[in-house]
């Protein structure tokens, strides 16, 4: 069987520890890092495996069928995810998004929902839960996800060309089941749906125009993604990446849009509203325009390691804390510590260095597939 390809290197649990015992920090919501960037958004990967083989997250050629994946006995349980979510939503988070690889593959996920709808923010207002899916199990669960208390869905979608479509996602799904998954999601009422786009030049940035005819007055906001160099897998390259800015040359070329703010204060995705009130756009620039000065999003992986960047070379461990003998005060306290301690901006460093130079620094990035987009 091959070796994992992905062992993220884990900051020791000594340091978790000490850090749990330290001074301690009032959870009051307020917690920034050290560039004042509050904690708001907290992604969290319920499991490391897809049905996918998507080329830009899961190659086929690395995740085949001698992958380790994580055994069952090294996934957060529920509970334990649970657990963690309350002491992030009591430092500040308001928005819980749960992902993948493919979170509706997690068995009964619905009953994860369903403890996390119950909880409140620190300002007393309900969770904002949604869930990223490739849809693909989206028509059988949507009214299920709902009923547990799921508010809104984001789906991947590459591609209307059924044929393109299907050498992208690698295992020859169509297109149709996608979109008939996105109908019974807006039907009961998993909406506005958001559906990402992730373009790749010379491999689907034909799909641009018709993605917008499509979903042209659907209720549903389109998002493009560039093509983004997450982890050591998807042989990214620059020349693959078509920049927001072209991305929306095409856009206007067929329907005219206008730039309009943001919804809300670290929102990753710049607006575009059609002129004909057709509804809006949005281009998430991961390459080509840093949105690092107000990111205000954590990330917990599959396993319990807590990640304070997309493009992080290492995590803490909180799995060992919550199965150690530490109180909820003190995973509280840890949770403080390296929130204040964290400066990540790979993005705004990553711009300002030559293009022939690698601003990891020859570290292994975490995986999308392990920690989410």
Not at 66 to 90: C, G, K
């Amino acid at each position: 069987m091959t070796a994992r390809i992905i062992p993220i290197i884990s900051q020791l649990s000594a340091k978790l520890a000490a850090n749990a015992a330290a001074q301690s920090f009032p959870a009051t919501g307020l917690l920034t890092d050290t560039l004042a960037r509050p904690l708001r958004d907290l992604r969290i990967s319920v499991t490391d495996r897809c049905n996918f083989r998507c080329s830009y997250c899961m190659p086929s050629e690395v995740f085949n069928k001698d992958y380790a994946y994580l055994p069952q006995s090294s996934l957060l349980s529920f509970e334990e995810i649970a657990r963690l979510a309350r002491v992030f939503v009591a430092h500040g988070v308001e928005k819980i998004r749960l992902t993948g690889g493919e979170p509706l593959l997690r068995k009964n996920i619905e009953a994860l929902i369903e403890m996390l709808a119950r909880m409140t923010t620190a300002a007393g207002k309900p969770l904002d839960i949604t869930l990223t899916t490739n849809a693909s199990l989206l028509a059988k669960k949507a009214k299920s996800l709902k009923d547990a208390g799921l508010q809104r869905v984001t789906v991947s979608l590459d591609a209307m060309d059924d044929a393109i479509f299907r050498r992208m996602n690698d295992v020859d799904f169509p297109v149709t089941d996608v979109l008939h998954g996105i109908e019974v999601a807006n039907n009961v009422g998993l909406s506005p749906i958001k559906i990402n786009m992730v373009v790749k030049r010379g491999t689907n940035d034909s799909e641009i125009l018709p993605m917008a005819r499509h979903f042209h007055h659907s209720g549903n906001v389109l998002r493009f993604i560039e093509y983004m160099d997450v982890g050591a897998t998807n042989g990214w390259r620059m020349d693959e990446v078509m920049p927001s800015r072209q991305l929306i040359d095409v856009i206007n070329s067929e329907f005219p849009v206008t730039a309009i703010g943001p919804n809300y204060v670290g929102e990753t995705a710049e607006r575009w509203r059609y002129d004909d009130g057709a509804g809006e756009i949005g281009v998430i620039s991961s390459v080509t325009q840093a949105f690092c000065g107000d990111c205000n999003r954590a990330r917990l992986s599959t396993e319990g390691k807590l990640f304070l960047c997309l493009f992080a070379v290492s995590g803490h461990d909180l799995r060992g804390l919550l199965r150690g003998d530490f109180s909820d005060a003190q995973i509280s306290n840890a949770v403080a510590n390296i929130w204040q301690q964290r400066s990540d901006r790979y993005s705004q460093l990553r711009a300002a260095l030559p293009a022939d130079v690698d601003s990891g620094h020859g570290r292994r990035r975490v995986e999308m597939s392990y920690i989410g987009g």
